[in-house]
């Protein structure tokens, strides 16, 4: 699994590389860009609805903010066979879809073209602070609602991606609406990012997760399913034929056919116990 150090690393590498010249030290070369895999027309075909004027977020999730994001974390579709880069891009577009849809049955080139339409939730329930989280207290007045591709939420995640990625997450949580670099930034870290005793989304997606006794006994095994488990799991997991669960796996289908590369097996969540 990868750890919170080479995160660390990654992220430092995005915000100073170093290259050497001719002095006998040779240059360090940073991954190839993952724009070789997804092209910003393949991009614009997978959100077809993104900028609509239906959509709150139009004009805000671009293709070069995604690309540059990508960037500070080196081993996101740069790990294992050309397949498998592929299908973790395909699937974390296909997550941050359903999180930020405006899709509906009867929509428009259906209901899987409507990924990114949203940045930040709509009429949030509460303000989700976690008081009792000491090591991330809340800030007075702040909201820590979903917000982002991935709809980050709550002060214990807002506070160490900002922290990660650079930016105050419990003093200016606001941020992750209002700069779609950013934004992009914390989708990723949270995909890349373990959080014990979860997997990171990256090592369930390139074949890097091992699990535990815990996990066997729950039914946790590799595939789409268990990156969902990871998301939102105590909601979604262990249901039968949830509608959320499908829509998942209904733009994970779409985007995969869109890269020409199989889904693997274990899509859904339904015999999984929540971590």
């Not at 779409?254 to 971590?275: E, H, I, M, S, W």
Request: proline share 7%; with cysteine; glycine share 8%.
């Amino acid at each position: 699994m990868e750890s919170s150090s080479l995160i660390s690393f990654s992220l430092l590498f995005c915000f100073s590389i170093l290259f050497f010249g001719s002095n006998g030290v040779e240059a360090r070369r940073a991954p190839p860009s993952i724009s070789y895999l997804i092209s910003e027309n393949l991009f614009n075909s997978i959100f077809l609805h993104k900028d609509d004027n239906a959509c709150p977020a139009r004009n805000f999730y671009n293709y070069t903010s995604f690309i540059q994001a990508a960037k500070c974390f080196p081993s996101f579709g740069n790990t294992g066979d050309k397949a498998t880069r592929k299908r973790e891009i395909a699937a974390f577009l296909a997550q941050i879809s359903h999180e930020t849809t405006g899709g509906w049955a009867t929509a428009p080139d259906g209901p899987y073209a409507w990924g990114l339409c949203f940045k930040e939730e709509i009429n949030p329930q509460s303000n989700y602070c976690d008081s009792t989280n000491t090591q991330w207290p809340c800030y007075p007045g702040k909201s820590y609602h979903g917000r982002g591709p991935i709809q980050l939420s709550w002060n214990y995640n807002y506070g160490p991606a900002g922290k990660a990625v650079g930016f105050d997450g419990l003093r200016n949580p606001e941020i992750v609406a209002n700069h779609s670099l950013i934004a992009f930034k914390t989708g990723l870290w949270f995909w890349m990012t373990e959080q014990s005793p979860k997997p990171s989304c990256h090592d369930v997606m390139v074949g890097k997760y091992v699990p535990t006794e815990a996990d066997l006994a729950a039914n946790r095994t590799a595939g789409y399913g268990l990156v969902t488990n990871i998301i939102n799991g105590g909601l979604e997991c262990g249901i039968p034929n949830d509608a959320r669960v499908n829509d998942r796996i209904g733009f994970f289908q779409r985007y995969a056919q869109l890269f020409k590369v199989d889904t693997g097996p274990n899509l859904d969540c339904a015999n999984q116990k929540p971590f």
